[in-house]
């Protein structure tokens, strides 16, 4: 069966990690199916809601490599979604109720005091005309609840199993605020309907509203879809991620070069029965992903996994695919490949290169050593090989060095790598000799032993 499935962020913030997590098991399910993903933007709250936030979840999107079928904006649909309201009124099941914030307050605390559950007592339903004028005159708006038929819903959850839940055991839910606003629920219902949604994939935050979710999905003459509901991302310590953690942000990773695939990787595989593997491509993830095999406890995530795996595909990246990105940092284009080549291995992100470049293109370097190097670093300069330098004159060099001077391993190594570089590590030595050339190889060399 081919899904079409839905994933409804609002466009009031950056998303997170967690945020792609859903995005993920929605969009790999789609491909698994060959179905369709939708990005619905539920931007029905105009106050919080920016174009910014809008544009950069479909930034992410494209980053994270998700096909967008169809994009949907909440906000354009106002029309339909009162066309339904009205509709519901006339059917009885939207009614009016006038209590304050601080009256329902009171009414749980007293329910909970007598030892009852904290259910709406459905004042509201039986106010007459009447009396809903009066407290209208009294300057009360009203907001609107929906009217549960109080029964047992169940559905089989593709995440969690077989579910549960008698409706009679919640408050009917608020589906319009007092000021005429939407909650998310009906708008998004409704969408699901019109969109043709098949499975709806999202965080297990919602599954306490799934059962009267149902009930409207049936008031409304539709089938409710099928369910799934996912274990929330959580960090190590096991706190909650949420939205305002800026460096968790898909808009941070992206602009600190971390690699998408790293973060698909880890988002889509933490928490569930696979191995966190870094996986090639969405379509490698999609293969091996299976929604049953979602953990039931957290998923517990370490931001340091996704540094590494991020490393690990920055380091076998070939020179063309940070060619762009090496020109932006004004990296000759001649330079360019070679560079790559040689610095790779110590880069965590292509824009790193920059660093390497400049050590190799700067005036001098603190690569002073101590008395017992100099007369090493003497004879080193001597033997340095004439005409241009290749990324063979580093072994011919040390060879030379070797039998001249009795030097092995890191009394050999150590000091041409930190007069030649100022540092006691970094890439490999023959293809930085090449790139430092002789000139400066010779200048670097003098500098030390002075
Ligand atoms: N905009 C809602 C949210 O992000 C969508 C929930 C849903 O997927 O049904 O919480």
């Given at each position: 069966m081919t899904a079409t499935v839905r994933f409804a962020p609002s466009p009031t913030g950056y998303l997170h990690i967690g945020n792609a997590r859903t995005a993920l098991f929605n969009a790999l399910f789609a491909i698994q199916t060959g179905g369709a993903l939708v990005l619905r933007l539920d931007d029905t709250?105009?106050?919080?809601?920016?174009?910014?936030?809008?544009?950069?979840?479909?930034?992410?999107?494209?980053?994270l490599g998700i096909e967008v079928a169809r994009l949907e904006r909440q906000s354009a649909r106002m029309a339909r979604y009162n066309a339904v309201?009205?509709?519901?009124?006339?059917?009885?099941?939207?009614?009016?109720?006038?209590?304050?914030?601080?009256?329902?307050?009171?009414?749980?605390?007293?329910?909970?005091?007598?030892?009852?559950?904290?259910?709406?007592?459905?004042?509201?339903?039986?106010l007459t005309d009447e009396q809903c004028k009066e407290l209208e005159a009294e300057g009360r708006t009203p907001h609107w609840r929906f009217k549960l038929?109080?029964?047992?819903?169940?559905?089989?959850?593709?995440?969690?199993?077989?579910?549960?839940?008698?409706?009679?055991?919640?408050?009917?839910?608020?589906?319009?605020?007092?000021?005429?606003?939407?909650?998310?629920?009906?708008?998004?219902?409704?969408?699901?309907?019109?969109?043709?949604?098949?499975?709806?994939?999202?965080?297990?935050?919602?599954?306490?509203?799934?059962?009267?979710?149902?009930?409207?999905?049936?008031?409304?003459?539709?089938?409710?879809?099928?369910?799934?509901?996912?274990?929330?991302?959580?960090?190590?310590?096991?706190?909650?991620?949420?939205?305002?953690?800026?460096?968790?942000?898909?808009?941070?990773?992206?602009?600190?070069?971390?690699?998408?695939?790293?973060?698909?990787?880890?988002?889509?595989?933490?928490?569930?029965?696979?191995?966190?593997?870094?996986?090639?491509?969405l379509q490698a993830l999609a293969d091996g992903f299976d929604l049953a095999k979602t953990s039931s406890g957290p998923a517990r995530f370490e931001p340091r996994q996704i540094e590494d795996f991020s490393a690990q595909i920055v380091h076998a990246l070939e020179p063309e695919a940070v060619d762009d990105e090496l020109a932006a940092l004004e990296i000759p284009a001649e330079v360019r490949a070679p560079l790559w080549l040689a610095v790779r291995a110590n880069c965590q992100r292509p824009a790193d290169a920059a660093a390497w470049w400049a050590m190799l293109q700067a005036p001098a370097v603190d690569g002073a050593v101590g008395d017992e190097d100099k007369a090493y670093l003497g004879a080193a300069l001597e033997h340095l090989p004439e005409g241009a330098l290749t990324a063979d004159s580093w072994s011919a060099w040390t060879s030379a060095l070797k039998g001249e001077t009795g030097r092995k391993g890191k009394a050999l190594f150590m000091p041409l790598r930190k007069a030649l570089t100022g540092m006691e590590r970094g890439p490999e030595m023959g293809p930085i000799l090449a790139l430092l050339g002789r000139d400066k190889a010779?200048?670097?060399?003098?500098a030390a032993v002075r």
């Open positions: 709250d105009t106050a919080r809601s920016t174009e910014a936030f809008a544009q950069t979840i479909e930034d992410d999107m494209a980053w309201r009205d509709d519901l009124k006339v059917r009885g099941l939207l009614y009016a109720c006038y209590e304050t914030a601080e009256e329902l307050d009171y009414k749980r605390k007293r329910q909970l005091a007598l030892g009852k559950p904290p259910i709406y007592d459905r004042a509201g339903l039986n038929e109080g029964r047992r819903v169940e559905w089989d959850d593709l995440c969690k199993g077989p579910q549960s839940i008698d409706t009679a055991s919640q408050s009917d839910p608020v589906l319009i605020r007092e000021d005429g606003s939407y909650l998310y629920t009906l708008p998004s219902i409704i969408d699901d309907i019109d969109f043709g949604i098949t499975h709806v994939i999202r965080g297990e935050d919602h599954v306490s509203n799934t059962g009267t979710q149902i009930e409207i999905f049936e008031a409304l003459g539709a089938s409710a879809p099928r369910w799934a509901h996912h274990n929330l991302l959580v960090s190590a310590d096991g706190a909650a991620l949420s939205k305002r953690e800026g460096s968790l942000s898909l808009k941070a990773l992206r602009e600190a070069g971390t690699q998408p695939m790293a973060v698909a990787s880890v988002a889509a595989l933490v928490g569930t029965a696979n191995a966190i593997t870094l996986e090639p491509s010779a200048e670097r060399l003098a």
